[in-house]
């Protein structure tokens, strides 16, 4: 299978095959690397708290002492319950909030796919997790949309030039 590779996602590359083959999630798992923030299911909310306070990122992945993902807190989760919490009393754990049915993506699964059920769920990050289970990044909408809007545009440059007589790239 012949490949190519094209920038723009934030000064990363994206693996597309020339063949039509759809992108999947392993050819922007750099990027999602980069969004992923960890905690233990074991920490207070605050602390979750504070690896939110960048901006950057709306979801932190709660994990088990083995590694794995037990759910995950997202800004309003911890905004909600904060909310509720008398003055300096905020002791609640990150398991006592957590979602623990998290939609999660793979890998070797199309990038399409995931963006469809994180559309459909209104979801704008979803956790990169591997077999077992362990976080892998963080998908961010934006950024799955920036890859196959690339694709896209790629597949139409590689139609343009085919026509044009010019030949595959």
Known sequence: MLSTSVSGLSGHC??????GDAMNIASILSVTRERLITVSDKAQLVDAASLLGSGRIDLVVVCEDTGKMAGVVTRMDIVSRISRCQGHACTASVASVMSRDVIY?????????????????????????????????????????????????????????????????
């Open 14 to 19: 994206a693996c597309l095959s020339v063949h």
């Open 105 to 169: 993506c793979r890998p070797p699964e199309l990038l399409e796919t995931a963006w469809k059920r994180m559309k459909e769920k209104g979801h704008a990050h979803i956790p990169v997790v591997d077999d077992d289970n362990r976080p892998l990044g963080t998908l961010n909408a934006r950024d799955a949309l920036q890859a196959l809007l690339k694709e896209t545009e790629y597949e139409e440059d590689l139609l343009r030039d085919y026509v044009m007589g010019i030949g595959y790239r």
